[in-house]
């Protein structure tokens, strides 16, 4: 393979956006999440890119309390918007203007959408904001005419992550393979 070769292997998932809604597409349990986020009051923000430190910083608090790592540091992120400010979008869920879910949305292509860093408040568990989120972000795709949204990896240190993929699938994912090929590169001195 013209000296690559592969160096992981992981369980990549995605959703088709179609004209049907996102309620419409998801499991029972999961439509039933997103009733409950309704009546209660969640509001959906999306943010400007100024706002990228605030909605991060909550993104990084919620994964530490639930001992999720962050891929990436708020000064890489920071310069990449800068590069590029037209391919990152900001969401958050709020009860009350307390940011209880978030997550960084990445314009990969004009067909794909990627969900980057989703978190939510554990506080907020019974009323499973990242449903009430993600329905959002799926109308955002539906509006801007994409064809996929990048739900991203279900595995941690190549382990699959069994809970995160049913969860995934009840919001009507697919599964595909994501492979990352790596190539030794020798230098001149």
Do not use: W
Not at 133 to 140: A, E
């Amino acid at each position: 393979m013209n000296g690559y070769t592969i160096s992981n292997v992981d369980i990549n998932q995605f959703i088709d956006i179609s004209p049907a809604s996102f309620d419409t597409r998801i499991h029972p349990m999961e439509k039933r999440n997103l009733d409950k986020c309704r009546k209660s009051g969640l509001v959906f923000r999306e943010h400007p890119n100024t706002e990228a430190k605030m909605v991060f910083n909550c993104i990084r608090s919620f994964r530490k309390t639930r001992k999720v790592p962050v891929n990436i540091e708020l000064d890489t992120l920071t310069r990449q918007i800068k590069q590029l400010p037209e391919r990152y979008t900001f969401f958050s869920a709020a009860l009350e203007d307390e940011m209880v879910a978030a997550t960084i949305c990445v314009k990969v292509t004009d067909r794909i959408l990627y969900n980057f860093l989703p978190a939510h408040d554990s506080r907020y568990n019974m009323y499973s904001p990242m449903v009430f989120l993600l329905d959002h972000v799926y109308q955002y795709a539906q509006k801007g005419g994409y064809e996929y949204l990048d739900l991203g990896i279900s595995s941690l240190n190549n382990a699959p992550q069994s809970g995160l993929i049913r969860f995934k699938q009840r919001l009507g994912s697919q599964i595909n393979t994501r492979f990352t090929f790596t190539k030794k590169i020798k230098l001149d001195d």
